[in-house]
């Protein structure tokens, strides 16, 4: 009988119509396909199985994060998922819809008398355990918090290994004189805070605000009273620890709270960072309207979003279901213009837009490095299943902000006070100019 992977890339390139883009190794020894191509191992038979009855990205991922699927000895991640992107995009493989139907086709037969001959065909296996299995409304207040908590009450000591001692999950901001994740990081807070043109006396509003790191910032540095909310219980506790070890609780509140919740505007500043991607279209413009609501007239809005490359016209959008399943249960990515458009809906005047992909793929090199560099305690910490599912997802990330497949951008928008005043200074150099920590409020008063 003929080895295993020569089998299984003959049928596999059939089925496809293309060649593949990895080199193969089975769990025989044998290996197949392209001599350069970057290696991935078929460690047993149950690998093949998950391809079968999920053919494409879920199948794949199922995979590789149960370790059916694995990299060989000194091959780099980066390499295999930059093949695989680039495969997939082109035309013929886009075309591909496999299901049931292309397995009962010549050549899915042929490649079900593979799986035949190798051992390989069986019942589906059970999905790993890492997977979402989200339950009732989409977007519900209930289904949210569901989804959140599947994301981030993973361990603070995993995010905190992963992040480093910034513990800020959002792309940092790469400048000349920044010399590590922890300083490009704290450049991003400090250009939040200088858009927004916070001064003492304000009173901010970090929605969605993770383990609080901007609230912090904007307390000391800027002198704002400040309310966060996160519906992440372990963010929240660990938030309020940290608030209370700088002896700012008089100052800085966190609320576990929905942003549909927030009862005490108005405010003078409002963040929203890595957030909105979390709303859905369906319910975006009723968390810019909120947004709005909230804002004194003359205050800010810094919105901190990813965003994906428009699709074609009558296109649907599908996310990714690895992405789905795995890591932002129901997270939605839109594009950039469609997200302005709606603040502008929403009633704010769109001042700003600033693309940090570039940044953002930096950042995630750097997080990656910091999963591999920790990779025992990471397993100890959180289990190897989703430790791998962290390490191929920010690995794919960085690849897709590198190559322009998806973005991120800040909106800086206004909500203009009567007769249009938007309290902006007259030129972007001024208003990015950081105010002195004992300026006075000049001609913005604050809320309090």
Same mark, same amino acid.
């Given at each position: ?80 998922? &930059? ?8 035309? &013929? ?146 938030? &309020? ?42 319910? *975006? ?8 609501? %909230? ?26 279901? =690895? ?24 009633? =704010? ?10 940044? *953002?793929? %930096? ?7 910091? %999963? ?13 299943? &989703? ?13 897709? =902000? ?18 249009? %005043? ?27």
């Amino acid at each position: 009988m003929a080895e295993v992977a020569t089998q299984l890339v003959g049928a596999l390139e059939g089925l496809l119509g293309a060649g593949l883009p990895l080199r193969v190794q089975a769990w025989d020894g044998s290996v197949a396909g392209p001599s350069e191509a970057p290696v991935v191992v078929l460690r047993n038979r149950r690998a093949v199985r998950r391809l079968i009855w999920q053919p494409g990205e879920l199948g794949l991922a199922r995979a590789f994060v149960s370790g059916d699927l694995d990299l060989a000895p000194g091959t780099d991640l980066y390499d295999v998922m &930059r093949a695989v992107a680039h495969f997939v995009e082109q035309p &013929r493989i886009r075309a591909l819809a496999l299901g049931p139907r292309d397995l009962l086709g010549p050549e899915g037969r042929r490649l079900l008398s593979v799986a035949v001959r190798t051992g390989s065909l069986g019942l589906q296996p059970a999905p790993p355990p890492e997977e979402a299995r989200q339950q009732g409304r989409v977007h519900s207040r209930s289904r949210d918090r569901a989804a959140i908590s599947h994301h981030y009450d993973v361990g603070n000591d995993f995010y905190r290994l992963v992040l480093g001692s910034s513990m800020v999950y959002s792309c940092a901001y790469w400048t000349p004189d920044g010399k590590s994740l922890e300083d490009a990081q704290e450049a991003k807070l400090d250009l939040i805070c200088r858009k927004l043109g916070l001064r003492p006396g304000m009173r901010l509003l970090d929605v969605g605000c993770g383990w609080g790191s901007l609230l912090l910032h904007a307390a000391r540095k800027y002198g704002v009273t400040a309310v966060g909310v996160s519906i992440s219980k372990e963010q929240v506790a660990l938030a &309020r620890e940290r608030v209370a070890a700088a002896g700012l609780s008089d100052r800085v509140e966190v609320r576990l709270q929905d942003y549909r919740e927030i009862p005490d505007g108005p405010f003078d500043a409002i963040s929203s960072v890595g957030m909105a991607e979390h709303v859905g279209a369906a319910q *975006y413009l009723r968390y810019a309207s909120g947004l709005y609501g %909230l804002l004194t007239p003359g205050g800010r809005l810094l919105n901190h979003q990813i965003a994906r490359r428009p699709g074609r016209p009558g296109e649907p959008y599908v996310p990714s279901p =690895f992405i789905s399943s795995y890591v932002f249960p129901d997270g939605e990515l839109a594009p950039v213009g469609s997200t302005v458009s709606l603040l502008e809906e929403a009633g =704010f005047e769109v001042r700003d837009v600033e693309s940090l992909r570039e940044h *953002y793929a %930096l950042t995630l090199r750097e997080w990656v490095a910091n %999963l591999e560099a920790n990779w025992p305690e990471a397993v100890q910490l959180v289990g190897r299943g &989703r430790a791998r599912v962290w390490r191929l997802y920010m690995a794919a990330s960085a690849l897709a =902000f590198e190559e322009n497949r998806i973005g991120i951008n800040q909106v800086l928008a206004v909500r203009t006070a009567p007769g249009g %005043l938007s309290h902006l200074p007259a030129t972007r150099e001024e208003w990015l100019a950081r105010v002195p920590a004992d300026a006075d409020l000049g001609d913005r008063p604050s809320v309090r």
